[in-house]
T-cell receptor, first 116, second 111 residues
Framework: EPEVTQTPSHQVTQMGQEVILRCVPI?????FYWYRQILGQKVEFLVS????????KSEIFDDQFSVERPDGSNFTLKIRSTKLEDSAMYFC??????????????FGSGTQLSVL | SQQGEEDPQALSIQEGENATMNCSYK?????LQWYRQNSGRGLVHLIL?????REKHSGRLRVTLDTSKKSSSLLITASRAADTASYFC???????????FGKGTMLLVSP
């Protein structure tokens, strides 16, 4: 069964450093998402991406965050200057629907980001 | 926010028993979905119920939706130790696209 893959599985960085989290969504999917989950808390929406542009973003997704689809397969989340509170598990997801929210999401296994 | 809120926060049962988890939300929705998350892993979609449906089954899973009460329940019958996981409901509000998740119910099934 096709799956969403994320790399790396763990990322440790120093506060103020830039990090790039990578994802390969399922190939025929149209919408891509980033969510994050701080340990023991709910899964929070960050951003959705469709047709090479941001479709929606949450209040969490401020100017320190950016997303990119640099080629036909990868989808990246960049955090320009990491803060301690950015420590979380970051999940990439994709869906095949042209109207997100109406179909199921396929999630990757996540990247655990630790900011020291 | 129209995010779902699950109840209970934690549930501990014996293998073979049924597990029921509830979800409440605040605004009109297109659909409601349930996901499972094993510890430290990504979320896996279990079932989707649309706003015009009242009940849906998938294997040992039964989901109900009451739009008048803005609530849903997930029933897992004849539970197994492998069902141990966190279960989240997620809603997509009418007219919006974002799928938002609740805090989850942590289910522990003991052998």
């Amino acid at each position: 069964e096709p799956e969403v893959t994320q790399t790396p599985s763990h990322q440790v960085t120093q506060m103020g450093q830039e990090v790039i989290l990578r994802c390969v969504p399922i190939s025929n999917h149209l919408y891509f998402y980033w969510y994050r989950q701080i340990l023991g808390q709910k899964v929070e929406f960050l951003v959705s991406f469709y047709n090479n542009e941001i479709s929606e973003k949450s209040e969490i997704f401020d100017d320190q965050f950016s997303v990119e689809r640099p080629d036909g397969s990868n989808f990246t989340l960049k955090i320009r200057s990491t803060k301690l509170e950015d420590s979380a598990m970051y999940f990439c997801a994709s869906s095949e629907a042209s109207r997100p929210g109406n179909e199921k999401l396929f999630f990757g296994s996540g990247t655990q980001l630790s900011v020291l | 926010s129209q995010q779902g809120e699950e109840d209970p926060q934690a549930l501990s049962i014996q293998e073979g028993e049924n597990a029921t988890m509830n979800c409440s939300y605040k605004t009109s929705i297109n659909n409601l979905q349930w996901y499972r998350q094993n510890s430290g892993r990504g979320l896996v979609h279990l079932i989707l119920i649309r706003s015009n449906e009242r009940e849906k089954h998938s294997g040992r899973l039964r989901v109900t939706l009451d739009t008048s009460k803005k609530s849903s329940s997930l029933l897992i019958t004849a539970s197994r130790a492998a069902d141990t996981a966190s279960y989240f409901c997620a809603t997509a509000a009418s007219g919006y696209s974002t799928l938002t998740f609740g805090k989850g119910t942590m289910l522990l099934v003991s052998p």
